[in-house]
């Protein structure tokens, strides 16, 4: 009777790690561990398990199908361990999500989610881009639906972004623009986050759009944001983002929104998704966007 194989946990972390970040620096980098040792742990587990599981490249590592099938596995396996921990010792939630939604969205709402679950223990972080829950010890992420989502997370869907043009009444008054056309000859205001929003405003609206076209471009959405409040020009933002100042009149949109190219998700950590908490966080979340 053959002996079962027992590779070591810690050569199982490197793998798994190095088939999420894909490659071994990044992987190395994730552990606190050294580029060598990440493949000194790969190579005794190729060699004991008598497959190769990743293929090398300049571009840094590509799965084999059995290696492949080893992170799917060792990924939920790792997911498991930690959701044990968690069920023992419950962490506080934690929310990810855009500066942009963190200011504009959610902090107006979050006594209405702390009224409705005032029990529940949530911290909040911004962020907009890749996420690795095992590391950044993060609940529920709020992203773009363009945006690759983590090893084996399948994304939840939310809503369709609508987007459109808004500026202040007073710079609107002045500018002498009428309709869609007039926008040629007045500043547009764009952000570094979304370079591609006015032609995407402008495709949406079925017209063209010159690429040669200058753009005043600030980092985030809460600058592009001040900036039309204070009449700095015109911008090109999602409805969500300016709701409550639409609502008090500090901005307005003079050709109403579209939909555009962009979809909001939820992804949800393995270690997370079976607590009660994160089913009323996401719930919480779900409602609040559909009603946006």
């Not at 050569?11 to 050294?34: I, Q, Y």
């Not at 004991?48 to 992170?71: S, Y």
């Not at 529940?120 to 972080?125: A, F, I, K, N, V």
């Not at 040669?212 to 039309?228: P, Q, S, V």
Request: charged residues 20%; aromatic residues 8%; hydrophobic residues 40%.
């Amino acid at each position: 009777m053959s002996r079962p194989l027992r590779p070591s946990l810690n050569a199982l972390r490197a793998f798994e790690m190095t088939a999420r970040k894909g490659g071994f620096t990044e992987a190395a980098n994730a552990l606190s561990v050294t580029h060598g040792a990440i493949s000194r742990h790969i190579r005794s587990l190729e060699d004991l398990l008598g497959v190769v599981l990743l293929i090398r490249t300049p571009q840094g590592t590509k799965l084999t199908p059995e290696g492949a099938r080893l992170a799917s596995g060792l990924s939920k396996a790792f997911g498991m361990i930690q959701e044990s921990i968690d069920n023992i010792r419950p962490r506080p939630l934690e929310l990810s999500c855009s500066a942009s939604i963190m200011m504009y969205w959610l902090l107006p709402k979050i006594e209405r989610l702390h009224n409705n679950f005032p029990s529940m223990e949530l911290g909040l972080r911004t962020g907009h881009g890749p996420i690795d829950f095992a590391l950044d010890g993060v609940s529920v992420a709020i992203r773009l639906a363009s945006i690759p989502p983590p090893f084996g997370i399948s994304p939840v869907p939310l809503i369709d972004e609508y987007v459109g043009v808004v500026c202040s009444p007073d710079y609107f008054k002045t500018s002498g623009v009428k309709a869609i056309a007039d926008l040629e000859r007045s500043r547009l205001l764009a952000t570094r986050t979304r370079p591609g929003a006015w032609e995407s405003w402008y495709r949406a609206n079925n017209l063209p759009f010159s690429s040669d076209r200058e753009l005043e471009f600030y980092e985030h959405f809460y600058m592009l944001i001040k900036a039309a409040k204070v009449g700095l020009g015109f911008a090109n933002t999602p409805r969500m983002l300016v709701r409550e100042e639409l609502e008090k009149g500090t901005l307005i949109a003079p050709f109403g929104f579209v939909k555009g190219p962009e979809k909001l998700v939820l992804w949800i950590s393995p270690g997370a998704e079976s607590r009660e908490d994160t089913r009323h966080l996401v719930e919480w979340i779900s409602a609040e966007m559909a009603g946006n």
